[in-house]
Nanobody, 118 residues
């Protein structure tokens, strides 16, 4: 099993940047694939970005290159760099992990709030 803790959320003005961190513990983190999800009030949770154990990344189409996911296996941490933030990016951001070959994200953090507002 793996435990996940997100950090780095906060209040930022439109056009600003934040970097979220997802720190893992409890298992061999490097073998896990990790995804960032978000959920805005009144909306369904949506996938933002994923990174495989080998570092292959995928992003939601709506991001249009504004976010970057990366991982540091030595630190057991996955990051989400968010640039050019918009008010519609306001949400609780969660990281999740799955252990291949499973396709299900079984492990979730508690979430971190990101608010984009002037």
């Amino acid at each position: 099993q793996v435990q996940l803790v997100e950090s780095g959320g906060g209040l930022v003005q439109p056009g600003g940047s934040l970097r979220l961190s997802c720190a893992a513990s409890g298992s061999i983190f490097s073998i896990y694939a990790v995804g960032w999800y978000r959920q805005a009030p009144g909306k369904q949770r949506e996938l933002v970005a994923t990174i495989s154990s080998l570092g292959t990344t995928n992003y939601a189409d709506f991001l249009k290159g504004r976010f970057t996911i990366s991982r540091d296996n030595a630190q057991s941490t996955v990051y989400l760099q968010m640039n050019s933030l918009k008010p519609e990016d306001t949400a609780v951001y969660y990281c999740a992990a799955r252990r291949p070959p499973s396709s299900t994200y079984n492990y979730w953090g508690q979430g971190t709030q990101v608010t984009v507002s002037s």
